[in-house]
């Protein structure tokens, strides 16, 4: 991948600070990502099941709408597709040549994986009342010791995690 030069860190950084700062003056609220995905649950689960979703107390507490979070993860979204155009880094692919290299190059298997692995961490982040990312980058920016535990967890979770997928490469 010598075609295309990423981003500083650096400025990666001094940019992701800022939308924080950003989220709290105009929402009042510290960004994170994981709701948006429940919230998308509950809209496409009330186009089958509208009484059922009104029923449930989550539901009453995480409504099921479109909101400036859930605007975020689209623009998350978004923004890393055409960043990805932009930089000559794009590529579709149906699986990255590092899983092909270890598990095949079954784009089924690397989907479902990422499913299934994808639904544990949202069930995880919900549980904890958000991703640890979220708390990491918010919870840091408070000074917030939580915070600090919940990257620093994050992170060796990753490498651990990592190194067990890919037997160490």
């Known amino acids: 991948m010598d075609r295309w030069k990423p981003m500083s860190p650096y400025l990666g950084g001094l940019l992701t600070g800022l939308l924080i700062i950003a989220s709290v003056l105009v929402a009042g609220k510290y960004f994170g990502a994981s709701t948006s995905y429940v919230r998308t649950a ?3 689960e009330q186009t089958v099941a509208p009484e059922h979703v009104a029923s449930l ?3 009453q507490k995480e409504q099921p709408i479109v909101e400036w979070q859930w605007m975020f993860v689209l623009g998350i979204m978004i ?15 149906g699986t990255p040549s590092t899983w092909r290299e270890r598990f ?3 784009p089924v298997k690397r989907g479902l994986v990422a499913f299934f692995g994808g639904a544990i961490a949202l069930f995880g982040a919900r549980l904890a009342g958000g991703c640890p990312s979220g708390h990491g980058l918010s919870g840091g920016l ?4 939580s915070g ?3 990257l620093v967890c994050f992170f ?10 890919y037997r160490g490469r």
């Open 57 to 59: 107390g989550y539901y």
């Open 42 to 44: 509950g809209m496409l």
């Open 142 to 145: 408070q000074l917030a010791i």
């Open 148 to 150: 600090y535990i919940a």
């Open 104 to 106: 095949g190059p079954s």
């Open 79 to 93: 923004g890393s597709f055409l960043a990805s155009r932009a930089s000559g880094a794009f590529e579709l692919t």
């Open 156 to 165: 060796i979770g990753g490498l651990i995690m990592a190194r067990i997928v």
